[in-house]
């Protein structure tokens, strides 16, 4: 490492990324090769499909019958189509902010583009603390979600076996993590990924299907689950919640659109917007018919995961959690990459550590270790997707990137971008009041009974 204090490579990170990449000497060129976001530019736009799905289509859509239950059918139906549009359209707007920059500039992370709009020190005050909530809690959320499954698939294939506790699937969860997150950059995981999106159509077509082998239930009610007004309500609130968890996949967009190769003739967002489109169109063969039949099916007695609520034909379902465990293996790694990059960074470029083999492993692996440990000690399923999606998974995913999209490109007042823009601004900033108050009820009703590590 350079030690003398003029190198360009101790001048701050977050002051020296708007300099086009023929500035950057030759010892931050091969930093910015060895960080797990720029390493590589070599994605195709079948890449950014199965990232993107893998992102997108997560533990959340085995939530939707059971939100569908909470929020009623029309009220239901309309947010599920409602958010579909939003989200799709606030992707779009990222894409296209990818290289809004003339020049050869690229944002490859979320927070370098917020620091575009919002000025250096208050982009990364706005953007960085949302993006590790969301990307930490959604890791934590798939850790308690992949020890659930597992120990599901164990149930189902071994019914008269003792019931192993969940802490020890969820440690077998997070020992594939451990191996795992030792690969370097996007593209090294993009196998990884495309099996978790292949799985994750897999067990939502299981999902509906296996619903209609079992038939709509004898007294199937579709009234409001709790008899209380306030009880209403806060279950409407939390499943909003989990409308939104669902959708979320806005915080690794910048960064899979990193791995794109671009050029002045032929930029990234072509490619990246044709994955995006065939994303969303899976993403909307996953949810509508999970959501819809699920909750036809079961009404008000359907469970948090749909999975849980069916228990025949045994093979069938068995397989299922096994498909949600591999999807899940992906999309935990997927949320992880970023975190990892934001670690990596801060330790090499900042606190000047050398670039190396055992500075990832054991960055990484402590990373791996935290979020398990936080799965084992607050195992809260469906709080938990209420209370992260309104929180942190709203404003990255709903109004974020329109308000970043009027700071750059300041359409004109009450035209049809900026009414657009606004209108997604004032739906997601209710998503972020009203989520995370249903999901944080249901996590102290569920605490009651709680008792740690059992």
Partial sequence: MAEEGGSPYHHDHYNNHFKTVDERSEEQRAIDEWLPITSSRTAKWW????????????????????????????????????????????????????????????FDRYHELGQYAFGEKLGLWIVVPQQLIVEVGVDIVYMITGGQSLRKFHQSVCP???????????????????????????????GVSLAAA????????????????????????????????????????????????AYGGHNVVMEIQATMPSTSEKPSKGPMLRGVIVAYIIVAVCYLPVALVGYAMFGNDVEENI??????????????????????IGSYQ????????????VLVKK??????WYLRFITRNVYVAFTMFIAITFPFFGGLLGFFGGFAFAPTTYFLPCIIWLCIRKP???????????????????????GPLGGLRQIILQAKDYKFYL
């Fill in 47 to 106: 890449y950014s499909a199965f990232h993107n799905v893998t992102a997108i289509v997560g533990a959340g859509v085995l939530g939707l019958p059971y939100a569908m239950a909470e929020l009623g059918w029309g009220p239901g139906i309309a947010i599920l189509v409602v958010s579909w549009i939003v989200t799709l359209y606030s992707l779009w707007q990222m894409v296209e902010m990818h290289e809004i920059v003339p020049g050869g500039k690229r």
């Fill in 160 to 190: 008269n076996c003792v019931d192993i506790r969940l802490t020890y699937f969820i440690m077998i969860f997070a020992s594939v993590h451990l191996v795992l997150s030792q690969l370097p950059s996007f593209n090294s995981i993009s």
């Fill in 198 to 245: 292949v799985m994750s159509l897999s067990y939502s077509t299981i999902a509906w299907s296996a619903s209609i082998h079992k038939g709509m239930q004898p007294n199937v009610e579709y009234g409001y689950k709790s008899s209380t007004t306030a009880g209403t309500v806060f279950n409407f609130f939390s499943a909003l919640g989990s409308v939104v968890f």
């Fill in 307 to 328: 999975l849980i609520t069916l228990h025949n034909p045994k093979w069938l379902i068995a397989m299922a959690n096994m498909f949600v465990v591999v999807h899940l």
């Fill in 334 to 345: 997927i949320y992880a990459m970023p975190v990892f990059d934001m670690m990596e960074t």
């Fill in 351 to 356: 606190l000047k550590f050398r670039p190396t």
């Fill in 412 to 434: 004109r007042a009450f035209s049809l971008s900026w009414l657009a823009n606004w209108v997604c601004i004032v739906f997601g900033v209710l998503l972020t009041i009203v």
